[in-house]
C-alpha cells in the first residue's frame, strides 16, 4: 500500500470528493454517476461530510429515506508513482487501495496506509481519529542515504478537524478546510506534524468531476531530526555533512484529481501533486545532495461503489 505522510494527498484529495457527493444521500443518477469518481485523498484533500441534501421542497421521500440511512461502500485500487523516500530523485511505482464505508456521514476509511473515522453524523463539520503508517527508509535509490542508517516504519496516531462550504444551488461545488495532527507512537522519531488542508471541488458534467487542493506541513523537531539530519555517525557513514534539521514547516504541495465515470458504479480517476520542500528540509544534505526538494506524485486508479 501507499505510504503514509505526503505521499497520501493526491488520493486523500479524490478521496474528499466521494466523500462529499455522498454524504448527501444518493438524490438522482446525475449525482450518482459523478458521486462514483468524485475524486477517490487523495490527496486529497479535504476530507470533509457534507450535511444531508433533501429535495427541492425540503421533504424526502420514503426510498431517499431509505438510502439515506443505508450503508454504502467503495473501493479503488490502482498504482502511485512515487519518490523512493521523502525528499528523494528517485521514483517507485506502489500498488494502492482505497476502501471506505459510510452511514450518515459516518465513515470508517482506508487510505492506503492511512485508517481515519468521522466521528460526526450529516453535519458541515468532521472530527476523528487517524492511524497510520509512514513507510521505513532503507535501501533507496541515493547510494548516500542508503549508506545511512536504516529508519524502521513509523507508526502514528492522532485526529483530524475539518469544516466544508457548499454552493446551496450544486452541493457537489465546494470548499472545505482541514487539519490534521499526527504523532509517533513506536518511538522511531518520538516527533509530530501538523497538515493544513485547504481544498475544493466542482462537476464538469454527469460524468467528469475535478478536484484541487493546496497543503502544508509543520513538523517538530524531532521528525526534522529524524528524516531531514545526518548525524556524526551518518555523515562518516554517507559521505554527507552534518546537519542539524530544525522544526518548521517542511512542504507545500498542490495537487488535482480529475475522475471520470462509466456507469453507476463504476469509474477511474487520475490524480496528480506536487510537493516543494522547504526551510532545513529543503537545505539538508539528504534532499540538496543526494535529492532533490521537487517532489512529484502520479495516481491512477479504478474506482466501485455499491
Known amino acids: ?12 484529495l479524490c478521496v474528499a470528493g466521494i466523500r462529499r ?14 458521486s462514483v469518481v468524485a475524486c477517490l485523498q487523495l490527496l486529497a484533500v479535504m476530507p470533509v461530510v457534507c450535511s444531508a441534501a ?3 421542497n425540503g421533504s424526502l421521500s420514503e426510498q431517499e429515506m431509505h438510502e439515506r440511512n443505508a450503508s454504502h461502500y467503495y473501493i479503488a485500487v490502482g498504482s502511485a508513482l512515487v519518490p523512493d523516500y521523502e525528499g528523494s530523485e528517485h521514483y517507485e511505482a506502489l500498488p494502492l487501495l482505497i476502501a471506505r464505508w459510510i452511514k450518515r456521514g459516518r465513515y470508517v476509511e482506508l487510505q492506503g496506509a492511512s485508517l481515519r473515522a468521522n466521528l460526526i453524523a450529516e453535519s458541515l463539520w468532521q472530527f476523528g481519529p487517524v492511524l497510520r503508517w509512514d513507510r521505513a527508509r532503507g ?6 542515504v542508503s549508506s545511512m542508517e536504516h529508519i524502521d516504519g513509523a507508526l502514528e496516531a492522532g485526529g483530524f478537524f475539518g469544516a466544508l462550504l ?49 497543503t502544508s506541513t509543520y513538523a517538530s523537531s524531532n521528525y526534522m531530526h529524524t528524516y531531514f539530519g545526518v ?18 514547516f517542511k512542504d507545500v504541495s498542490v495537487n488535482a484529481a480529475l475522475s471520470y465515470a462509466f456507469t453507476d458504479r463504476w469509474g477511474m480517476l487520475l490524480g ?9 528540509a529543503r537545505d539538508s544534505p539528504v534532499v540538496a545532495r543526494a535529492g532533490s526538494p521537487d517532489q512529484f506524485i502520479l495516481t491512477l486508479m479504478a474506482t466501485y461503489q455499491f
Open 1 to 12: 500500500m501507499l505510504p503514509g505522510n505526503n505521499y497520501k494527498r493526491p488520493v486523500a
Open 21 to 34: 457527493c455522498h454524504s448527501a444521500g444518493r438524490l438522482s443518477r446525475p449525482i450518482r454517476r459523478a
Open 54 to 56: 433533501g429535495t427541492g
Open 139 to 144: 535501501n533507496v535509490g541515493s547510494h548516500a
Open 166 to 214: 457548499r454552493d446551496p444551488d450544486n452541493p457537489r461545488r465546494r470548499l472545505g478546510l482541514e487539519v490534521e495532527a499526527l504523532q509517533n507512537i513506536n518511538g522511531v522519531h518520538d516527533g509530530y506534524y501538523i497538515t493544513f488542508d485547504l481544498s475544493g471541488g466542482t462537476p464538469l458534467n454527469d460524468h467528469w468531476m475535478v478536484n484541487a487542493g493546496i
Open 231 to 248: 548525524s556524526a555517525n551518518n555523515a562518516l557513514r554517507s559521505g554527507l555533512p552534518q546537519f542539524n534539521a530544525r522544526a518548521g
Open 272 to 280: 496528480g501533486q506536487y510537493s516543494r520542500l522547504l526551510n532545513t
